[in-house]
Nanobody, 118 residues
Framework: QVRLVESGGGLVQPGGSLRLSCTTSGSIRFFNVLGWYRQGPGKERELAASIDYGNTTDYADSVKGRFTISRDDARNTVYLQMNSLKPEDTAVYFC????????????WGQGTQVTVSS
């Protein structure tokens, strides 16, 4: 089965940084698009950042300039570097991977909690 495993969440002060990691059970090249979604308390899940097979990236307006998504194919890992964190960044962050065959096949990690608080 396909597994996505996130790590790197935790408690950080406003203005601090965290780096999230998502490791895939198989080759990261299996997926066309990888991304990080997040869901804060009382909020809908939203796409924070994504990266495709050609390393084209997209970011939510709320994280542009602060978050950077990247991938390391040798380690089958996608990262989310989060800088200048704000309390509103508090959320469960989910790794997401998609593969286009006839239709999209979508996979989710278990999520990792990020809490930004003083």
């Amino acid at each position: 089965q396909v597994r996505l495993v996130e790590s790197g969440g935790g408690l950080v002060q406003p203005g601090g940084s965290l780096r999230l990691s998502c490791t895939t059970s198989g080759s990261i090249r299996f997926f066309n698009v990888l991304g990080w979604y997040r869901q804060g308390p009382g909020k809908e899940r939203e796409l924070a950042a994504s990266i495709d097979y050609g390393n084209t990236t997209d970011y939510a307006d709320s994280v542009k300039g602060r978050f950077t998504i990247s991938r390391d194919d040798a380690r089958n890992t996608v990262y989310l570097q989060m800088n200048s964190l704000k309390p509103e960044d508090t959320a469960v962050y989910f790794c997401n991977a998609r593969r286009l065959q006839v239709t999209w096949m979508i996979y989710w990690g278990q999520g990792t909690q990020v809490t930004v608080s003083s």
